[in-house]
Nanobody, 124 residues
């Protein structure tokens, strides 16, 4: 499975960006699709994830500002990022977990597939 992300860029604080990611195979085989973030000087973290039924998970720092969604018909996952803050700066990776992670919480799933990463820069 290959994941191809797009939509990163530079924006001022308070602005918005939308990330998109397309999977090379049927996304219905992916229990979770989501986005990890590698911020400068910080550990990589799961930012948001959505299961096959559309139930979303968010890390506390982005709740109320980010929206993750997926379209299984198009094998795609999206991340709408609003009210961006400088601390949202980082490389965002599109990720997906196989059905072997279907019965664990998204933050404990093993994300088997990773995209190439797209840079998001938020200036103050």
């Amino acid at each position: 499975v290959q994941l191809q992300a797009s939509g990163g860029g530079s924006v001022q604080a308070g602005g918005s960006l939308r990330l998109s990611c397309v999977a090379s195979e049927d996304s219905r085989q992916m229990s979770f699709m989501g986005w990890h973030r590698q911020a400068p000087g910080k550990e990589r973290e799961l930012v948001a994830s959505v299961d096959r039924a559309g139930v979303a998970y968010y890390v506390d720092s982005v709740k109320g500002r980010f929206t993750v969604s997926r379209d299984n018909a198009k094998n795609m996952v999206y991340l709408q990022m609003d009210s961006l803050k400088p601390e949202d700066t980082g490389v965002y990776f599109c990720t997906a977990a196989s059905v072997q992670s279907a019965y664990v919480p998204p933050y404990r799933a093993r994300y088997d597939w990773w995209g190439q990463g797209t840079l998001v820069t938020v200036s103050s």
